[in-house]
Structure formats: structure tokens, C-alpha cells
């Protein structure tokens, strides 16, 4: 299962501030560990339904492991990322929202 991080520590890893609806994400190359910022939405829906975070879609995706291929053009940066066949992945279509989220 997912490690949680403080909700004052995740957004200085990832590296970027939390989005209403995007779930962001950084990889770090050194540790080979994905770091997932949940959506502000994501975050209200699991306090309101008293559900543990890691039950999340996007946290559950780091449990299965991590393709470092998937993730060669966009480590130890913060990316906009999506679920694809059960894994978490860079979403670089949506590379205007991040840059909305950092700028």
C-alpha cells in the first residue's frame, strides 16, 4: 500500500501547487518512487466520505509498480498525470494545465 505524506510536504516534493480537479504527479529517478498530488476535489470527496486516501484511483495505481520507460521524459519534474491500463503515466497533452498549476 501507498505511503502518505503530509499534505504540507506533498506539494514541495511534487513541486507544484494542488489542482481542483488534476491529479499531478512527480517521479523522483533517485528513488524510483512516484509521488502523487490528489486534486483539491479528490481530497473533499475523501474527507466527506471519511475514505483513506490511498484508496484513491491514482494512489492504488502506485502499488502496482512503476514502468520506468513511462516516465524517461518526464521525471524529477511535476506532470499532469492519468491512469492508463492500471498504471499511473505522464499526461503531456495536458501540459498547458500544468503550467497553469506552476505558473
Known sequence: MSDLVPQDAIEIIVGAERHEALHIARMVSG??????????????????????????PYAKTTD??????????CSDRAVVVRIVNQRLKPAPELSTEIKAVLG
Open 31 to 56: 528513488e524510483e518512487v512516484i509521488y502523487v498530488l490528489h486534486s483539491r476535489s479528490c481530497l473533499v470527496t475523501r474527507e466527506e466520505l471519511k475514505i483513506d486516501l490511498r484508496e484513491c
Open 64 to 73: 502496482k509498480g512503476l514502468k520506468l520507460e513511462d516516465w524517461k521524459d
